[in-house]
């Protein structure tokens, strides 16, 4: 049973910083996309950023370019996002996600995973 399990979300002003962690459990996931999305109140699930077996591999929304950056430790099966420069237009939902298929690309589609944590919150005031 594979599980993800977000952490590190909170309440930050504006040009602030978090990192959040992703916890996977339940199998190995080298060369499985995992990546993050995040959701809006009243907007639909969009693709934040995405990581396959190194930080060589990464893929980044425009909107977080240059401000975010995903890395992940494979022995401890963990993925991250550290948010710097943080706008209010960035708070939201942030999910992990992990596709079950080794992949040579890093889809943006959220159909394209298959395991997805409960979320952590994240708020940036003005």
């Known amino acids: 049973q594979v599980q993800l399990v977000e952490s590190g979300g909170g309440l930050v002003q504006a040009g602030g910083s978090l990192r959040l962690s992703c916890a996977a459990s339940?199998?190995?996931?080298?060369?499985?996309?995992m990546v993050w999305f995040r959701q809006a109140p009243g907007k639909e699930r969009e693709f934040v950023a995405g990581?396959?077996?190194?930080?060589?591999?990464?893929r980044y929304a425009d909107a977080v370019k240059g401000r975010f950056t995903i890395s992940r430790d494979n022995a401890k099966n963990t993925v991250y996002l550290q948010m710097n420069s943080l706008k209010p237009e960035d708070t939201a939902d942030y999910y992990c996600?992990?596709?079950?298929?080794?992949?040579?690309?890093?889809?943006?589609?959220?159909?394209?995973?298959?395991?997805w944590g409960r979320g952590t919150q994240v708020t940036v005031s003005s």
């Open positions: 339940g199998s190995t996931f080298w060369w499985n996309p």
């Open positions: 990581i396959r077996e190194s930080a060589s591999n990464t």
């Open positions: 996600g992990l596709s079950r298929l080794r992949s040579t690309i890093i889809p943006t589609s959220p159909t394209s995973y298959d395991y």
